[in-house]
């Protein structure tokens, strides 16, 4: 099977040149003089020898393995039977070289043997190409394999660390948190009750955020809870400028639904639009059970979005879960509100634990 | 000082009405003389406070709707002296350092708030000129300005069913050019927006999209195999998908860089 691995020819010459071409290299001139002293040839003949050995090598090399391994780089067969043909190909070629050279009056010394021992060498120069190739080549794609594999596994472990720690961050950003002791702080001196209020909401918060960082799955009504008492903050620091409503019947509430998913929405609608519009706006908030679809919808009256806003760091995060929990089941879309803002909305299949 | 005609007197510009009847009894309580003779809601709100109200001091707090503290400062530099309030920020702190300005880190604490007003009365009325302020400003704003948002494309918007929809341009594998306008597509759907090639190629940020050809932008990320085998030749087959894309000669480098 196809599973992407990336070849490139560069790689594969530069590491044929450096790592092989010596030994590959010593070993064919071995050959070569050896042969010498069984035909008592020349000097030439060898360096002739060599020469074709070496250039068919590389022929056969960039014409017919390195395709074979860019387009089809798991095919075991194919390559095998290729490099079979290549050495049968070699072989008729010094047959048709000696014939040419010597006239076949190359092999004096070895009387009846003569054509025994050539035929041996041949093969034993074909056999040599042969392997060379096919262990290079496997020992290449292997290290290929693990390599992109090992990247593949080191990014995938990344990717949920680091999910897992902007989870965390998003709880416990220090901003959030000073602003919100400022306002319990400064809320004492004039309105006591708000304050004992907003501390609730702040002790709420932080316990819900906690303990749903921590769970992988909650229910509907806890993470609605959360986005209230989220909401709730913001309106005593916002005051009149943040309005919400949230609407999710009463039998949605229970549905299993997997924490901080839908907190973070709530917060770029009050981060990206309605924090820095002057008049502020008004977020609504309605949950949905549809066919076995829980579809959740966060529409806000804010600044709405451009096509370079930074609003999508959050959002892109939700998609990148929603992917990695439901696959294609899920949709996240996100689109200009009328008359003015930004509507989320997330559909996710209702999950029955077993 | 108590009981002098000429009390100093001071705006609070903040977005929230807790921070700032906070900072207003905090700062009292340092210094019982200021007069605070009005409290601005949004950057527009502070700008013509200022203006009107000639106060001796304005507290802008740099996060604002409307205009931003530092906005409002470089609009009315001269009028009067600026002291900023920031809330925890490492950068906005960073953007002060080696500045001529003076700036309150909320929540203020009393100690830290005396030493500020120390200094701040120590200063008042040998502010450096108008011109010399505005370019301080102008320079604040700068700094900040690498918070803005980015260059480059972050989602595509496209028409579907009848509702503006937000594409992140990270789902899109690849651009294609579509008798003047252009097809997106995304692993799931096909799109057509009105935007040219040309454009996008421009608008979107080249580490992360390659223009491959005239009329192909791909996505880098999706790149699943390149092929060079045939003379120089590149050919692009993305990730899960079976076409095959073209790379043209001139954009050929962009494959040597992988």
């Known amino acids: ?354 | 000082m108590s009981g002098k005609a000429n009390a100093i007197v001071a705006i609070i510009a903040d977005d929230e009405k807790p921070s700032r009847s906070h900072l207003k009894s905090r700062l009292l309580s340092v210094w019982p003389d200021l007069s605070i003779c009005a409290e601005a809601k949004n950057g527009i709100e502070a700008k013509s406070m200022i203006e009107t109200l000639n106060p001796d001091i304005a507290f802008l707090d740099i996060k604002m709707p409307g205009l931003t503290g530092i906005e409002v400062a470089r609009e009315t530099a001269g009028h009067c002296t600026i002291v900023f309030v920031t809330a925890y920020d490492e950068f906005a702190v960073a953007a002060f350092e080696n500045e001529a300005v003076d700036y309150i880190l909320k929540p203020a604490t009393v100690e830290r708030l005396e030493k500020t007003v120390k200094r701040i009365k120590a200063r008042l009325g040998d502010e450096a000129a108008p011109r010399e302020m505005s370019e301080i400003f102008e320079r604040l704003m700068a700094k900040m300005a690498k918070d803005a948002p980015s260059r480059y494309l972050r989602w595509i918007k496209a028409q579907i069913n009848g509702s503006v929809r937000f594409v992140p341009v990270e789902k899109i594998l690849y651009f294609k050019a579509n008798q003047g306008y252009t097809s997106v597509f995304t692993e799931k759907s096909e799109m057509l927006i009105k935007k040219t090639i040309a454009e996008l190629s421009d608008e979107l940020d080249p580490g992360l999209f390659f223009r491959i050809h005239r009329g192909t932008i791909v996505n880098a990320k999706y790149i699943d195999s390149v092929s060079d085998a045939s003379a120089g030749r590149h050919l692009v087959r993305l990730r899960g998908r079976s076409e095959i894309h073209r790379v043209s000669r001139s954009y050929a480098y962009l494959m040597k860089r992988m």
């Open chain 1, 1 to 354: 099977m196809d599973d992407g691995i990336i070849i490139k020819s560069s790689q594969i010459s530069k590491r044929l040149l450096l790592r092989y071409y010596p030994f590959w290299f010593f070993f064919v001139v071995m050959i070569a003089i050896s042969d010498m002293y069984m035909r008592q040839g020349s000097i030439v003949a060898v360096a002739i020898f060599i020469l074709v050995v070496q250039v068919y090598t590389f022929i056969n090399y960039g014409v017919v393995v390195l395709p074979l391994n860019v387009f089809k780089p798991n095919h075991k067969w194919a390559r095998l039977f290729v490099m079979l043909a290549s050495m049968l190909g070699f072989i008729i070629l010094l047959n048709i070289l000696e014939a040419q050279y010597t006239g076949d009056a190359g092999l004096s010394g070895f009387g009846a043997n003569k054509s025994i021992v050539a035929a041996i060498g041949k093969l034993h120069v074909g056999i040599f190409i042969v392997w060379f190739l096919y262990i290079e080549e496997q020992q290449y794609v292997s290290d290929e394999i693990a390599k992109q594999e090992r990247a593949k596994r080191i990014h995938n472990e990344k990717r949920v660390l680091e999910s897992h720690l902007k989870l965390l961050q998003a709880q416990i950003e220090p901003h959030f948190i000073f602003n919100t002791l400022t306002s319990i702080e400064s809320l004492d001196d004039v309105d006591p009750q708000g304050a004992k209020t907003m501390q609730m909401n702040f002790i709420r918060y932080l316990e819900a955020s906690l303990v749903k960082v921590r769970a992988e799955v909650t229910t509907v009504g806890q993470e609605v809870a959360l986005i209230r008492s989220y909401l709730d903050l913001f309106k005593v620091r916002m005051g009149e400028r943040l309005e919400y409503e949230v609407d999710v019947p009463r039998d949605v509430q229970s549905l299993p639904f997997p924490s901080m998913l839908i907190q973070p929405i709530v917060e770029n609608a009050i981060k990206h639009g309605l924090e820095p519009k002057v008049d502020g706006g008004h977020i609504h908030i309605s949950v949905r059970l549809n066919n076995g679809v829980i579809r959740w919808e966060i529409a806000d009256t804010g600044r709405g979005m451009t096509e370079t806003s930074n609003f999508g760091v959050g959002l892109s995060n939700i998609m990148e879960r929603t992917e990695s929990l439901y696959g294609d089941q899920s949709s996240v879309v996100v689109e200009d509100n009328f008359p003015s803002g930004v509507r989320v909305i997330l559909e996710a299949p209702h999950v029955r634990e077993s």
